[in-house]
């Protein structure tokens, strides 16, 4: 084999292994950039794309099925809390949530929606508060990130605000604030 021969063969061999290391590359790239998209968790068991706490201001509910249900009749402002049952931060999102006086008199109205029963929820719902039982179905059509996890809905059925509730949430201001106003907080 001659030289040039030799180095011929050797710049084919390189090439391979560069085309094959880009390949490695941009696949590392893409799998990054799906998991920036969103935080770990959000994409559903269905494949769904990853749906961050504000894609889904603005969102309009479907007037007839089970998302439709989340809207209390006649209410200018429902609040609804997605929990778990055993979730000790949702047990304290509900109670701060039953001293807010918009909830108690029933100005604003507060669904629930339990990814279990409501046993446990239903003690701390204040005023007019309901809660829907097996909930996960709209936990996942709504892409919820985690619990607990607070929106707000308008009379229309469009979601307006949306949070992921901390410890250091004020939620008497967070109801209160100026209906129809979008408004979101993200903890990370």
Known sequence: MSFMESAVLLAWVA???????????????????????????DATATGAAPRSTRDLLGFRLPTHGDLAGLVAPGAGRTVVAFVSPGCPSCVLTLRGLADVPELQDGTVHLVAV???????????????????????????QLHVPATPYLMEVDGGGTIVAATLP????????????????????EHR
């Open 15 to 41: 090439l391979v292994l560069l085309a094959l290391g880009l390949a490695g590359l941009l696949r590392q790239v893409t799998v990054l950039s799906r998991s920036q998209a969103g935080r770990p968790g």
């Open 114 to 140: 339990s990814s279990g029963s409501c046993e446990a929820a239903a003690a701390d719902l204040p005023g007019t508060g309901r809660c829907v039982e097996q909930g996960r179905p709209l936990m996942e």
């Open 166 to 185: 901390g410890p250091d949430t004020d939620l008497a201001a967070w109801v209160r604030r100026t209906p129809g106003r979008t408004a979101t907080k």
